[in-house]
């Protein structure tokens, strides 16, 4: 079992940075793969980016390469995605979810836990 607990959303304008962290509470943390989606009203959620449970695979939306990174500790049960350049079409409420392995990450049904999200709003 895995709680995740996002923050660090809020308001910022264009071209600013946020970084989003979403903190596990589990023991078995490190073990699983990590994403960061996001859902904008009227859109279906879509994989921003995800994380194996080493860090050292990392996969990104065509939409935010080069402007997003993922990163994680697993020695704080925290993964984290650190954004800039943000755009008005980023604005979304975030959600990181886990999966037991980093297989069809695009799929929301592959991911076994989710967090509440953080909305992130970017105003022009």
């Known amino acids: 079992q895995v709680q995740l607990v996002e923050s660090g959303g809020g308001l910022v304008q264009a071209g600013g940075s946020l970084r989003l962290s979403c903190a596990a509470a589990?023991?078995?943390?490190?073990?699983?793969?990590m994403g960061w989606f996001r859902q904008a009203p009227g859109k279906e959620r879509e994989l921003v980016a995800a994380?194996?449970?080493?860090?050292?695979?990392?996969n990104y939306a065509d939409s935010v390469k080069g402007r997003c990174t993922i990163s994680r500790d697993n020695a704080k049960s925290t993964v984290y995605l650190q954004m800039s350049g943000l755009k008005p079409e980023d604005t979304a409420v975030y959600y990181c979810?886990?999966?037991?392995?980093?297989?069809?990450?695009?799929?929301?049904?592959?991911?076994?836990?989710w967090g509440q999200g953080t909305q992130v709003t970017v105003s022009s």
């Open positions: 979810a886990a999966q037991p392995t980093y297989t069809s990450i695009y799929s929301i049904t592959t991911y076994d836990y």
């Open positions: 589990g023991r078995t943390f490190s073990t699983y793969a």
């Open positions: 994380v194996n449970w080493s860090g050292r695979i990392t």
